[in-house]
């Protein structure tokens, strides 16, 4: 009995991690395609690789938030 709960708890455990990779990674509204959670964890913002990455480095700096003005 010990077994199958920890089978089930394993399931558990592995869907609801799919489902909030799966939220995490959704595009925003209006977008095609949004950078996964482990391409932006791969990113080196000590020497970023092109133009996306330089400004996504950018925005971590100031807080991770898209400017309003």
Same mark, same amino acid.
């Given at each position: %009995?010990?077994?199958?709960? #920890?089978?089930?708890? +394993? @399931?558990?455990?592995?869907?609801? =991690? =799919?489902? @909030? +990779?799966?939220? =995490? !990674? =959704?595009? /925003?509204?209006? %977008?095609?395609? /949004?950078?996964?959670?482990?391409?932006?964890? +791969? @990113?080196?913002?000590?020497?970023?690789?092109?133009?996306? #990455?330089? !400004?996504?480095?950018?925005? #971590?700096? /100031?807080?991770?938030?898209?400017?309003?003005?």
């Amino acid at each position: %009995m010990e077994d199958v709960d #920890q089978y089930s708890e +394993s @399931i558990l455990r592995d869907f609801v =991690a =799919a489902v @909030i +990779s799966e939220v =995490a !990674n =959704a595009p /925003r509204k209006g %977008m095609k395609r /949004r950078w996964s959670v482990g391409y932006k964890r +791969s @990113i080196d913002c000590s020497h970023p690789k092109g133009f996306s #990455q330089k !400004n996504y480095c950018k925005r #971590q700096r /100031r807080g991770g938030k898209y400017r309003d003005d």
